[in-house]
């Protein structure tokens, strides 16, 4: 894709009524389930994903969320701060305060992961998954 950006790109897949990726494609339930399954692979294993970037160029990357096996630094952990959950303090009717963290809902598009290739976090779009890859190894 030369200048055109993926959004482009992909309104001119949908005024053309061209087919798009299986995730596209899908229902909100399909759409849950691949979602469901890719974080199964990603808790479990390292995975391979090929996705288009929103500059349009094609990425891949290596990477997991499966922290027990030592692949993700420990100092590399996320945190409520890193993940945007900031404790506040309100008052309550007798004056006192109180202090709760507020829920922050997870996106179902993005998928945040660690990049074992570049050592930190990443994420990509469902959406703009091309491939996926996995190497499943049985032995001990």
């Known amino acids: 894709m030369d200048m055109d950006t993926w959004e482009k790109a992909e309104v001119f897949r949908l ?8 995730y596209q494609e899908a229902d909100e339930a399909g759409k849950e389930q691949i979602r469901s399954w890719v974080k199964g692979l990603l808790n479990n294993s390292v995975v ?4 288009v970037k929103s500059d349009g160029t094609i ?5 997991t969320v499966d922290a027990s096996k030592v692949l993700i630094p420990s100092a590399k952990l996320p945190t409520a ?5 900031v404790a506040s303090a ?3 009717i007798d004056g006192l ?6 829920r922050k809902e997870p996106d179902p598009v993005n998928q945040r992961v660690y990049d074992l290739d ?3 976090w990443r994420s990509f779009r469902y959406d703009r998954l091309q491939k996926i890859s996995v190497e499943i190894d049985f032995a001990k």
């Open 15 to 22: 005024l053309k009524n061209q087919p798009g990726t299986q």
């Open 48 to 51: 391979n994903v090929q996705f």
């Open 59 to 63: 990425r891949d990357m290596r990477c």
């Open 81 to 85: 701060a890193a993940a945007g959950i």
């Open 90 to 92: 309100t008052v309550n």
């Open 97 to 102: 305060t109180e202090s709760r963290k507020p």
């Open 118 to 120: 570049l050592n930190e």
